[in-house]
T-cell receptor, first 112, second 113 residues
Framework: KQEVTQIPAALSVPEGENLVLNCSFT??????LQWFRQDPGKGLTSLLLIQSSQREQTSGRLNASLDKSSGRSTLYIAASQPGDSATYLCAVNDNYGQNFVFGPGTRLSVLP | DAGVIQSPRHEVTEMGQEVTLRCKPISGHDYLFWYRQTMMRGLELLIY????????DSGMPEDRFSAKMPNASFSTLKIQPSEPRDSAVYFC???????????FGPGTRLTVL
């Protein structure tokens, strides 16, 4: 059974810092991996989707990498801003694209 | 498009009552997902549909939960009878294909007293 973990559970940084969020999964036979953002009391917003054949994806200040063989993904946020404060979740689809498993999330606070 | 629409946004009910949550997916999306989020268990997939047909309901916790999708623009998640442990935020999401980006609704916060 696929299990997804995220470290750290919470992170507080001053504005302007670069930071890395980590996601690990137990079964490397995945179809793709997605990073989501969740603001308090809101739904999830997809940030980046990485296919199993890809190594990384970039969108603005965000860069996500994937090392399928080691079961790891990282989300790099450059020049963090207070508006980046939210919970970040990663989710994996299994090799058939039929099973969706989410990690518990990392709660990020960027202090002005 | 207005995005995924869920109603109600908040529901407070008493134990034993029937609860119906509603979802309107993004037009043109063939997949619809129901999730439950709690502090203890995080975000869990309950069931998903493809072209209105339930594909995998293995995440539905027990027979008290049922979901339907009578047409491409509407789905319901029903709990009957409700229990306090069902208190959670229930999300609906949709996508073009199963492996594509999922678009989430704002969620329904359910409190069962």
């Amino acid at each position: 059974k696929q299990e997804v973990t995220q470290i750290p559970a919470a992170l507080s940084v001053p504005e302007g810092e670069n930071l890395v969020l980590n996601c690990s999964f137990t079964d490397s036979a995945i179809y793709n991996l997605q990073w989501f953002r969740q603001d308090p009391g809101k739904g999830l917003t997809s940030l980046l989707l990485i296919q199993s054949s890809q190594r990384e994806q970039t969108s603005g200040r965000l860069n996500a990498s994937l090392d399928k063989s080691s079961g790891r993904s990282t989300l790099y946020i450059a020049a963090s801003q207070p508006g980046d404060s939210a919970t970040y979740l990663c989710a994996v689809n299994d090799n058939y694209g039929q099973n969706f498993v989410f990690g518990p999330g990392t709660r990020l606070s960027v202090l002005p | 498009d207005a995005g995924v629409i869920q109603s109600p946004r908040h529901e407070v009910t008493e134990m034993g009552q029937e609860v119906t949550l509603r979802c309107k997916p993004i037009s043109g999306h063939d997949y619809l997902f129901w999730y439950r989020q709690t502090m203890m268990r995080g975000l869990e997939l309950l069931i998903y549909f493809n072209n209105n047909v339930p594909i995998d309901d293995s995440g539905m916790p027990e027979d008290r939960f049922s979901a339907k999708m009578p047409n491409a623009s509407f789905s319901t998640l029903k709990i009957q009878p409700s229990e306090p442990r069902d208190s959670a935020v229930y999300f609906c999401a949709s996508s073009y294909i199963a492996t594509d980006t999922q678009y989430f609704g704002p969620g329904t916060r359910l409190t069962v007293l």
